[in-house]
């Protein structure tokens, strides 16, 4: 085997550090779309069909262990879906880091199979003591 073998997956996990970088703002949560219907009566979303309000732009977070919902225009929703988007791809990322850097020591340290192998010793039994 060749000594100056380039380490594995180098560049792959070069891209993917390169991305991370990229990563510029991250809002965590779900937005989902939500139709509703009003107090008011005789409003057409009681009528039979209904034509239900909306959509409105539901963000839904949890903080501090309390469920956190704030609607957003669709402007808003416009200047901050990529830090939604971000969230979803940070995961992603870090997935494929974890795998590729798996790799990348599978086939570093299978080529030093000749290394000792060190087992840790066992945890010593605590004496026995009679009563
Ligand atoms: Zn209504």
């Not at 180098?10 to 779900?30: N, V």
């Not at 919902?69 to 988007?85: E, I, K």
Request: proline letters at 9%; one cysteine or more.
């Amino acid at each position: 085997m060749s000594k100056t073998q380039p380490r594995p997956f180098a560049a792959t996990r070069k891209a993917i550090a390169a991305a991370l970088g990229e990563i510029d703002g991250l809002l965590p949560g779900t937005v989902i779309l939500r139709h509703m219907r009003c107090g008011k009566a005789g409003c057409k979303c009681k009528a039979d069909p209904p034509t239900l309000h909306g959509p409105y732009i539901q963000w839904t977070r949890t903080a501090q262990n309390k469920t956190v919902t704030r609607y957003l225009s669709p402007d808003q929703l416009g200047r901050y879906q990529s830090w939604f988007d971000n969230t979803r791809r940070l995961k992603d990322l870090v997935a494929k880091l974890e795998i590729v850097s798996l790799q990348a020591l599978e086939s570093a340290e299978a080529s030093t199979a000749k290394a000792p192998v060190h087992r840790p010793t066992p945890p010593r039994r605590p004496r026995q003591v009679d009563t």
